[in-house]
């Protein structure tokens, strides 16, 4: 039996919705949009245009649970920290809210956070994370991610690349 290979495109932005200037969402707004559309993975820019971004396929996912699993593992044994899954929305200083893979926060950090801000997305730029690079994803794009997230406050990025096989 032979397999077929099958090239998937590579695009920069896989589906943006442009809402500005003619709707401008709170950020409870965009929480709650996220909330009633759970199917989707939404991401915000900083510009406020909506990022659309299709599941994964199985070894994408696999991969991404093998990263977030020793990612926990470490901030256990660790306890200085606590750990996050690519279903976490952080909003970051410049207005952006943005899901990483994983992502790892220091525990003085998450202490200020009221009980109703840990209810939404953290209020905060993650202090480590790491992004998993999909078949579909532009590499450009996701480099520009990880720019955005160091630009932000993030500390420490690794964007992992299967395809390359590079760090």
Request: one cysteine or more; a negative charge.
């Amino acid at each position: 039996m032979s397999q077929a290979i099958i090239e998937l495109p590579k695009l920069e932005s896989l589906v943006t919705l442009r809402l500005r200037p003619a709707i401008e969402l709170t950020d409870d707004q965009f929480f709650a949009l996220c909330q009633i559309n759970r199917d989707l993975l939404l991401e915000r820019t900083a510009e406020g245009d909506i990022i659309i971004m299709p599941a994964t396929g199985w070894e994408t996912g696999s991969r991404n649970a093998d990263i977030t699993g020793q990612l926990h593992n470490w901030t256990k044994t660790d306890g200085t920290g606590a750990a996050f899954d690519s279903s976490t929305g952080f909003e970051l200083p410049n207005g952006a809210e943005r899901s990483p893979d994983a992502a790892w926060v220091l525990r003085s950090r998450l202490a200020h956070l009221t009980p109703e801000q840990k209810q939404k997305f953290l209020p905060l730029y993650p202090d480590s994370l790491v992004e998993l690079r999909s078949p579909a994803d532009a590499l450009e794009a996701v480099r520009g991610k990880m720019d955005e997230y160091m630009e932000n406050g993030a500390r420490l990025g690794w964007l992992i690349d299967p395809e390359t096989r590079r760090v």
